[in-house]
């Protein structure tokens, strides 16, 4: 069976404003910005009405429902029915273009931003392409003293990081929610398994400020903890959040 | 022998569904152990004496379970055991409020009962032999609130104070010799257990372990209370809980309504109460310089106004003691010496058109941003108004307020303090403050001082960005304009029924 054309070109419209929503909310864990959304499904209706109105016996089939909706007497109901509809809809979008909005303006940030090629932090420079965690190697050299280093990580983060990024390490620590954006939910497969050791050493030491802007640097409430821990807490606090989510940094072998 | 099978199993069904008296019998210690070690020893300690390299960062401090003493327990105050059900319960729930979280989202079930049989293993307890009598429930009513009312304001009011927000008369101390604050009432999501009445009766018939919370259920005690009369207690208690006070995630605006005439400058004006409240979350100051881990102060409230020609804002935060130094009173009950309490709120100097605003921490060398402050002064001496602009945490510079317009008053009433901070919407200074346009979206941030509890300075509870905004009058425009396009479109439709009609009969 072959839909009508009309209903074919809605349905896409549907669907296509379905996908947005999705994408936004679900991919990118943010709402669509309503100004962007309306530009974007201005483009997808005209698209759509340029490809089904393309010939003229198409531009036919497109509009005779519609034409037999006013001209055709069996369909007197559902004429009422929808020429009430139509100009109450008409109204309540007007409405709700006009009220004016209270609720605060959405901003979009990226997560994962690029780091830089190169940081200063401890009195030196560092080649962030070319930086490893110094203890990483004993996982496999000397697992004792490897155990004993993610020991001294798990101190560092239970006397500094606990509070934002959680007791469990799921971003639900006790003033969590008093921050915006949340702090990052570490048993997330989404979030340090995706990243390098030498990128966390990089957000962990230059924090919230040392984000580039398309990352609300403004906003972040990490602390810059080159202020407050040395190298080598930063290194092993890095080997806790690894070792306690089960997860494992990514290598440059995989990039 | 199929038989005899089948037999067995069915005894075994029957021996599994038989009550347990200790659940921990389910619960494999050596599991909880391996558990325990990977997850508890932080804050718990190796050994269960809570004192984990979290410890001396929290307060409340982490429970020691060698001294077999728990807060949250439903066995009756002279049985030193709590029921496995209670520990279960706070490991799998958690303890709000404090740093203790619920685990039922990490561990399973068996996990939590393996934990159970662990813990009770560091101070060798043994199963209890009582359980706590909850007689009959008191539903409530109106006339259970009133005489549960004046039980209170009589057994309660001493710690928890007349209104229920705690506030403290004197310094209490927990058996560590930690401070702890009485809970507040009117903010039930800070109870560690919940306040469901029953549990309310559970902790007043228990008290609460290791803390100065009595059991009111003990008979030698002069305060003792009946059945009934705890339920009505636990009635009044659960009917103090304010919505005002509400943390929300949605809730990121102070929305300031325009009025016409006077704004009200006074704190206790009965106009506020007319006003949209904003309640935030307050964070303790752990980001820069000195930080600071053991606030008392957890959420602060905020309402506002404007006219054509002034903004006013009122703050309104819960905190258990008025300190002022000097007051011999506070220091009495006071962590050290005492500071003033005090408050501030923080805007950006030039209102953002863009996304890109002040870095939250007191703005930058590009944004720098204002901030309004105000403190309750020494004892007996006026309260003290500051205007300052910050570029930085440690970059700041103190501006003549009264010029600017900024006058502030506090009043500190049965545990809130209510202070109002007034400003023209514009000033002469248009580089230097903050000048406030009907409609748009400006960012606001709120920090609070509790002088008793060591905040001063750069230790102090705060919050994030969040928004003012200053709600333009809405015209009937908005109700005519959708009215006549929606009668344009009858008209169009009319039009298009006519002539089709017309083309018909021709």
């Not at chain 2, 030193?80 to 059900?85: G, I, R, Y």
């Not at chain 2, 010799?177 to 109870?191: A, D, E, I, L």
């Not at chain 2, 006219?307 to 258990?320: F, P, Q, T, V, Y």
């Amino acid at each position: 069976m072959k839909l009508p054309k009309l209903l074919q070109a809605v349905l896409v419209v549907v669907a296509v404003y379905i996908a947005f929503k999705l994408v936004f909310s679900v991919g990118l864990q943010q709402p669509i910005p309503s100004s962007l959304l309306t530009m974007y499904m201005f483009f997808v209706v005209v698209a759509t009405l340029l490809v089904t109105t393309a010939t003229e016996e198409s531009a036919k089939e497109m509009s005779g429902p519609i034409k037999a909706l006013v001209e055709d007497p069996s369909k007197k109901t559902i004429r009422n029915i929808v020429f009430v509809l139509v100009p109450l809809l008409a109204g309540w979008m007007t409405y709700s273009n006009l009220r004016p909005s209270f609720e605060a303006p959405v901003e979009l940030r990226t997560i994962h931003p690029a780091p830089p090629g190169s940081m200063k932090a401890f009195g030196k420079s560092y080649d962030l392409a070319k930086l490893e965690n110094p203890f990483r190697k004993y996982q496999k050299e000397d697992p004792e003293k490897f155990k004993a280093l993610v020991k001294e990580g798990g101190a560092v983060y239970y006397k500094n990081c606990h509070y934002c990024h959680g007791d469990k390490l799921d971003g639900q620590g006790q003033y969590a929610q008093g921050f915006n954006p949340l702090p990052l939910n570490f048993q997330d497969i989404g979030t340090i398994a995706q990243l390098q050791e030498s990128f966390l050493f990089w957000r962990i030491a230059t924090g919230g400020p040392g984000l580039p802007k398309e990352a609300t640097p403004w906003l972040s409430a990490m602390p810059v903890w080159k202020d407050f821990l040395t190298e080598d807490e930063i290194w092993k606090v890095i080997l806790f959040l690894y070792d306690y989510t089960g997860q494992a940094p990514r290598s440059w072998a995989a990039h | 022998m199929k038989m005899r099978t089948k037999l067995v199993s069915m005894l075994s069904i029957a021996v599994f569904a038989a009550p347990l008296t200790s659940y921990s019998a389910q619960g494999n210690a050596e599991n909880g152990k391996k558990i325990y070690d990977k997850r508890c020893v932080w804050c718990h300690g190796e050994e269960g004496a809570g004192d984990g390299p979290a410890a001396e960062r929290v307060n409340p401090a982490p429970r020691d379970f060698t001294s077999g003493m728990y807060k949250i327990k439903t066995t009756p105050f002279d049985e030193v055991s709590p029921k496995d059900e209670d520990i279960f319960r706070m490991i799998s729930d958690g303890m709000p409020d404090s740093s203790m979280p619920p685990w039922k989202d990490m561990l399973s079930e068996q996990e939590r009962w393996d934990l159970v049989a662990y813990l009770k293993k560091f101070a060798g307890l043994e199963n209890p032999k009582k359980e706590l009598d909850f007689s009959k429930q008191v539903k409530t009513s109106a006339e259970s609130i009133e005489r549960g009312k004046k039980l209170f304001l009589d057994r309660c009011a001493e710690c928890h104070g007349e209104t229920g927000k705690g506030v403290s008369i004197k310094k209490l101390k927990d058996d560590l010799g930690f401070r702890t604050w009485p809970r507040n009432f009117t903010k039930p999501w800070t109870f560690r257990a919940s306040n469901d009445p029953k549990d309310i009766f559970a902790r007043m018939s228990v008290g609460i372990p290791g803390t100065q919370m009595p059991s009111f259920a003990d008979p030698s005690s002069k305060k003792k209370l009946s059945d009934e009369e705890r339920w009505d207690v636990a009635n009044y208690v659960v009917s103090l809980a304010d919505s005002t006070k509400e943390v929300r995630a949605e809730n990121t605006v102070v929305k300031a309504s325009r009025i016409e005439g006077e704004l009200p400058s006074e704190p206790g004006d009965p106009k506020w109460m007319e006003a949209e409240p904003s309640t935030f979350l307050l964070v303790p100051q752990i980001i820069g310089q000195e930080r600071f881990f053991t606030p008392s102060n957890n959420s602060i409230t905020s309402r506002a106004y404007y006219n054509d020609k002034d903004i006013s804002i009122l703050i309104e935060w819960d905190d258990r003691t008025a300190s002022a130094p000097g007051d011999p009173k506070a220091a009495e009950i006071a962590e050290g010496e005492v500071s003033a309490d005090a408050v501030a709120v923080q805007f950006p100097v030039t209102i953002p058109l863009e996304m890109e605003k002040p870095y939250f921490g007191h703005g930058d060398a590009a944004w720098p941003i204002n901030i309004w402050y105000w403190n309750t002064g020494e004892a007996g001496a006026s309260q003290v108004t500051k205007l300052l602009n910050a570029t930085g945490f440690a970059k700041k510079d103190e501006r003549d307020a009264a010029k600017a317009g900024l006058v502030t008053k506090g009043v500190y009433d049965k545990g809130t303090w209510r202070v109002v901070m007034k400003r023209p919407l514009v000033t002469g200074e248009k580089d230097k403050d903050i000048q406030f346009v009907e409609g748009r979206f400006t960012p606001i941030a709120f920090a609070a001082w509790d002088g008793t509890n060591g905040e001063k300075g750069s230790k102090h509870t705060m919050t994030t960005w969040y928004w003012i905004l200053l709600k333009p009058k809405v015209g009937m425009s908005v109700y005519f304009i959708p009215l006549i396009v929606a009668g344009l479109v009858v008209g169009a439709e009319l039009l298009w029924l006519a002539s089709a009609r017309k083309k018909k009969s021709s």
